[in-house]
Nanobody, 121 residues
Framework: QVQLVESGGGLVQAGGSLRLSCAAS????????MGWFRQAPGKEREFVAA????????YYADSGKGRFILSRGSAKNTVYLQMNSLKPEDTAVYYC??????????????WGQGTQVTVSS
């Protein structure tokens, strides 16, 4: 079993930045890709970004390209989503996910509880 714990969410003004973290633990965590998704009230959960186990490959949704940077710590079990130039439409609950395949769909095996990001105008 793999456990994922997100942190770093909060309230920020438009144009500001936040850094989300996701720490993975569990005896079976091995060579997993990790991704971030978000869900705004009344909307479907959507892909934000994903990174390979090695950190060598990253994918971003168009909404975050040029503003979001996803990286992986040297220990591989923590990923960081740096979000810059935040907009009110970025307001959502952000979820971390992990799985054996690097995909941009919600086909991940494990999910965190989510962290709220609110961007005020």
């Amino acid at each position: 079993q793999v456990q994922l714990v997100e942190s770093g969410g909060g309230l920020v003004q438009a144009g500001g930045s936040l850094r989300l973290s996701c720490a993975a633990s569990g005896r079976t965590f091995s060579s997993y890709a990790m991704g971030w998704f978000r869900q705004a009230p009344g909307k479907e959960r959507e892909f934000v970004a994903a990174i390979s186990w090695s950190g060598g490959s990253t994918y971003y949704a168009d909404s975050g390209k040029g503003r979001f940077i996803l990286s992986r710590g040297s220990a591989k079990n923590t990923v960081y989503l740096q979000m810059n130039s935040l907009k009110p439409e970025d307001t959502a609950v952000y979820y971390c996910a992990a799985g054996p395949l690097l995909v941009t769909t919600a086909m991940y095996d494990y999910w965190g509880q989510g962290t709220q990001v609110t961007v005020s105008s």
